[in-house]
């Protein structure tokens, strides 16, 4: 089983990480700081429609500060989705703030209502960490989803990623009717490749959410991570694999039951190969920010030296044990399994 750091430490943008933000439109001044919804005058629990406590508190502000965290949130929202076109925001405003208790990063998740439909959507206001930053950056890069966020200071705006999380789809989809086990499976391989790949840890149930997407005949399943913390932070090797964590036990049993060892090694390529042309497109993006990540210290020389050792013995290249930096190991990792032309460099 795997044991996660009870404490992951929160590691500062660095200078060069900044100048990678700021070149690819990520840095922007945002009118709200992380820091200024701390000032709460109340909050209470948040449950859910089943009356279940999620653990979040709903948070209430004195009212002028109300008033000014509303015109700042929704200019924040107006930033993240219209690059600022406020002409489109008019209808907008916060009809809720809630606060995160547990976990490392204490987010604020804030909902935005369309007061002429009732339709909502939310964001997230976080402390910036610079591993989660390269988690994000990865993600966009490297994976089929695009990822929308914007970064002032210490403060780290993220979109809301929409889906059923994964702990509430095992245990209420994978046994409906309806539900396409096969293909839950085949995303399952697919998804644990590319976390690996990409070194992206923590990929717990409650961590990950499942996007459903109906097809002519039948369903098609997308899991995308929503928690990024982990990124190259953790010294085992099995924590960037999703396959295991006992929360993913069921979905693992679909694996080995109806998938063919020959049928799951033949996804797995098909996803490198996907990877591989998105890292063409993207190579020079890539390179930036690998170069960012080999100068910069996302974790603790320990774990830096039990990874690359696991790595090393996973697949059978001295090549790892050369490395100095979770930077080191990400490139390397990505060459490793998804480089096939001489003439394509990753950082």
């Known amino acids: 089983m795997n044991t996660i750091s009870k404490k992951k430490f929160f590691y500062p943008i660095s200078d060069g990480l900044r100048k990678y933000l700021h070149h690819y439109g990520r840095d922007t001044k945002l009118p709200v700081k992380y820091?200024?919804?701390l000032h709460y005058s109340d909050s209470f629990p948040y449950f859910d429609k089943k009356g279940v406590d999620t653990l979040w508190e709903t948070v209430m502000y004195e009212q002028q500060s109300q008033d000014e965290l509303n015109h700042g949130l929704t200019m924040i929202y107006a930033l993240l989705k219209?690059?600022?076109?406020?002409s489109v925001m008019e209808?907008?405003?916060?009809?809720r703030i809630?606060?995160?208790?547990?976990g490392n990063s204490n987010p604020f998740r804030v909902q935005i209502m369309n007061q002429l439909n009732d339709n909502y959507d939310y964001f997230y206001v976080k402390r910036a960490d610079a591993s989660r930053i390269y988690g994000l950056e990865l993600e966009h890069i490297l994976s089929p989803s695009r990822?929308?966020?914007l970064v002032d200071g210490d403060t780290l705006i993220e979109e809301h990623i929409a889906g059923i999380p994964g702990d509430i789809f095992i245990k209420e989809f994978v046994d409906r009717p309806g539900s396409n086990k096969v293909r839950i499976a085949k995303e399952f391989v697919k998804f644990n490749e590319r976390c690996f790949v990409r070194l992206l840890g923590d990929m717990r149930s409650y961590n990950y959410v499942?996007?459903?997407t109906p097809d002519f005949e039948d369903e098609q399943y997308r899991v995308r991570p929503i928690d990024f913390d982990q990124q190259s932070y953790e010294g085992k090797k099995t924590m960037y694999l999703p396959q295991f964590f006992k929360d993913n036990n069921v979905i693992v049993d679909l694996v080995l039951k109806l998938l063919k060892p020959e049928t799951v090694k033949q996804y797995q390529n098909e996803e490198r190969t996907l990877m591989f042309r998105r890292l063409k497109s993207a190579r020079y993006r890539l390179k930036d920010l690998i170069d960012c990540m080999r100068?910069?210290?996302?974790?603790?020389?320990?774990k830096v030296e039990q990874l690359k050792k696991e790595l090393a013995e996973h697949h059978k290249s001295d090549e790892f044990l050369k490395c100095k930096c979770m930077g080191d190991l990400v490139r390397l990792n990505l060459k490793t399994i998804l480089v096939k032309a001489p003439n394509v460099a990753v950082g």
């Open 35 to 37: 820091e200024d919804l």
């Open 82 to 86: 219209t690059d600022g076109d406020m």
């Open 91 to 95: 209808h907008l405003y916060v009809s």
């Open 98 to 102: 809630d606060y995160c208790t547990f």
């Open 147 to 149: 990822i929308n966020y």
């Open 210 to 212: 499942v996007d459903i």
């Open 295 to 302: 100068k910069d210290t996302i974790s603790t020389p320990e």
